[in-house]
């Protein structure tokens, strides 16, 4: 299995302000995927980000919003923009590590004021 | 469009019942169905995938799953439910496995274990 970690685990931030989410593998990935679960609920794809390539975006998801950025096959960042309450969520990654499986990582917990 | 759905929002079982958890799936590819588990204020666990090899697939802690393509279905169970299995369970699927598309997740079912 992969090892992933995220920075920061949790935060709380004020409407309008924006957070920048880290996601880090153990080992080089080729895709990373950005996931959010809103309180209660499922989650749901933000989009996916290939190193070397803009970011793929799902229905109802703009980069405007949530510009993400991969540097490298390790690392890729997350930005919640211009944040409003609904947009306090869990937000994580994931990596495929072959074998066809999805690893996730411990998530973003975001709450905002 | 690829779906999942989860019958049953929560489902409640006494400690050493069979656990049964529904997943009905839509495709229109063969498609790559995984269970999730996730503890209170815990990541994602992978707790089994089908990939069109096995239909009845065995997962970590006792649990496993059967593909039926006729009843396209994917449901979990557990002979015998510990109370440690309390968690929320997450029935997913991909056209290709999760490898270059993400994952589409039901939405959901909370178990309930009672001592």
């Known amino acids: 299995s992969a090892v992933i970690s995220q920075k920061p685990s949790r935060d709380i931030c004020q409407r309008g302000t924006s957070l920048t989410i880290q996601c880090q593998v153990d080992s080089q990935v080729t895709m990373m995927f950005w996931y959010r679960q809103q309180p209660g609920q499922s989650l749901t794809l933000i989009a996916t980000?290939?190193?070397?390539?803009?970011?793929?975006?799902e229905s109802g998801f703009v980069i405007d919003k949530f510009p993400i950025s991969r540097p490298n096959l390790t690392f890729s960042t997350l930005t919640v923009s211009n944040m409003s309450p609904e947009d306090s969520s869990i937000y994580l990654c994931?990596?495929?590590?072959?074998?066809?499986?999805?690893?996730f990582g411990p998530g973003t917990r975001l709450t905002v004021l | 469009a690829q779906s999942v759905t989860q019958l049953g929002s929560h489902v409640s079982v006494s400690e050493g019942a069979l656990v049964l958890l529904r997943c009905n799936y839509s495709s229109s590819v063969p498609p790559y169905l995984f269970w999730y588990v996730q503890y209170p204020n815990q990541g994602l666990q992978l707790l089994l995938k089908y990939t069109s090899a096995a239909t009845l697939v065995k997962g970590i802690n006792g649990f496993e799953a059967e593909f039926k393509k006729s009843e396209t279905s994917f449901h979990l169970t557990k002979p015998s439910a510990h109370m440690s299995d309390a968690a929320e369970y997450f029935c997913a699927v991909s056209d290709s496995g999760g490898g270059a598309d993400g994952l589409t997740f039901g939405k959901g079912t909370h178990l309930i274990i009672q001592p």
């Open positions: 980000a290939n190193q070397g390539s803009e970011a793929t975006y």
């Open positions: 994931s990596v495929d590590r072959g074998y066809n499986e999805q690893f």
